[in-house]
């Protein structure tokens, strides 16, 4: 049984430590059964070993095992973690454990896709479970004949399952395809340290200005980045601004833009004044979705190098409802870099080269909205970025970052930049570090 015993182990062995390579892959394995007189126990070190391990580690995925999961006194909490945030989950329901149900239900409801089911060859009849196809696999003897082509045929079969279960994103889960738009998420963890995680677009033998482009991740919280040229503000149509207090970007940056007295108190509420002045007429109204607005940088170009807001309108209002996030959120991404550049290619930029804008800062909006899934829209922002630096030929920005301010939110954006095929330039550095 997968809960059983674990309080025992006092700590996880060397070799199933993760990689941290951004996207995980958690295995739910059965503890080995007494042979029968209908069948030999199955070997599941085995199994994980030479057919899940290696499929795993080629897809360049964290893979963990759940009898191997220990922390002390958090054994279910940790498992429950697992089976709800990894990017892959692949149960084992050979011997129709209660514990593998149990754990595979709760993957059900939390995840829409992302999981695979597996059964040893012979054993599925009797643990089918309607609407969930089991994946077969054999596990000759050592020493059976064919048994290294066996295995890798089922090593390849597992391979396909899992990378279309991370490319297409298509749905696995009996519960979201019942209930559409069913939403658990783990709580949200805030990293408390600003690191910068360096993604570049150079492909190998690349020159030019396309060589310096890179995505970044940067963690923490927004008020202590310092090195970014422009702030994405992720708005409303109406250009309206959220609460000075709220617990949103919109919200931060208003404070921060804002002069205040000795006491934190608002003086100056700076950057509403000057997007009012900028949407004027159209305050009654509202603008275009993804239309982009800018603005000076108020108090954050003193404490934080803002040089320039660009609001984009991201939400749109509707009675009884509130704000949503729009269907063309991507182009939210694409318009506020091209708002960017327009800026770059103004009177002003052409004559002062110092001050051409060359880094942009873009929260991970829209994430905690309903609809599409944190995956997919977090992959749908970093494409668009991604697609931009990539296509324009004259672009000045050679910097776009992704603010994480989870752990999550970070795991999030490393498997994203991952299914793009990028890899990260060295370890995370700190600020101010080149």
């Known amino acids: 049984m997968a809960f059983e015993g674990k309080a025992q182990v006092a700590e996880k062995p060397a070799e199933f430590e993760a990689r941290q390579t951004g996207r995980r892959c958690f295995v739910i394995l059965p503890y080995a059964a007494p042979s029968t007189p209908d069948g030999p126990v199955i070997d599941f070190d085995a199994v994980f070993h030479e057919i899940i391990q290696p499929v795993a ?40 454990s209660p514990d593998i149900f149990f754990e595979l239900g709760i993957r059900q409801a939390a995840r829409r896709a992302g999981t ?44 396909t399952h899992i990378k279309n279960s991370l490319d297409n994103r298509a749905t696995d889960s009996i519960v979201h395809s019942l209930i559409p738009g069913i939403n658990i998420r783990l709580p949200d963890r805030p990293l408390p340290e600003r690191r910068y ?87 009654r109204t509202g603008i275009e979705p993804a239309t982009t607005m800018l603005t000076s940088a108020g108090a954050l170009a003193r404490n934080n190098k803002v040089k320039l807001l660009v609001h984009v309108a991201a939400h749109q209002g509707e009675p009884g409802r509130g704000y949503q996030l729009i269907g063309a959120y991507r182009k939210c991404v694409t318009n506020a870099l091209a708002a960017v550049d327009a800026h770059n290619t103004g009177i002003g930029a052409k004559m002062n080269a110092k001050s051409t804008l060359r880094s942009v800062l ?15 829209r977090v992959q749908g922002l970093i494409h668009a970025a ?28 490393q498997a994203a930049l991952h299914r793009l095929g990028l890899k990260p330039a060295g370890a995370p550095r700190g600020p101010g570090k080149a």
Request: proline share 3%; with cysteine; glycine share 8%.
């Open 116 to 159: 695979v089911v597996m059964c040893h060859s012979g054993t599925g009849e009797d643990f089918n479970i309607t609407g969930v196809r089991a994946l077969d696999y054999e596990l000759p003897p050592e020493g059976a004949p064919a048994r290294a082509q066996i295995l890798a045929d089922c090593r390849a079969l597992l391979r």
């Open 197 to 283: 995680h360096i993604y570049k677009l150079g492909l190998a033998g690349m020159t030019g200005p396309k060589a310096a482009r890179q995505i970044e991740i940067v963690t923490g919280d927004i008020a202590d980045v310092d090195d970014i040229d422009v702030w994405v503000n992720p708005e409303n149509s109406r250009m309206e601004l959220a609460r000075l207090h709220d617990s949103s970007i919109s919200a931060t940056i208003r404070y921060l833009g804002s002069r205040r007295d000795r006491h934190g108190f608002v003086r100056d509420d700076a950057i509403t004044r000057l997007l009012r002045n900028k949407v004027g007429q159209n305050h």
């Open 57 to 96: 580690e080629d897809l360049d995925l964290d893979c963990i095992r759940s009898d191997r999961v220990s922390r002390s006194g958090l054994i279910h909490r940790e498992m429950v973690e697992n089976i709800i945030d990894s990017d892959v989950v692949i149960a084992d329901i050979s011997l129709g």
């Open 386 to 413: 991604h697609q931009y630096l990539l296509h324009s030929a004259d672009t000045k920005i050679e910097r776009v970052a992704f603010l994480a301010w989870t752990q999550v939110d970070l795991e999030l954006c």
């Open 362 to 376: 873009i929260p991970l909006f829209g994430t905690r909205s309903a609809g599409e899934s944190p995956h997919e």
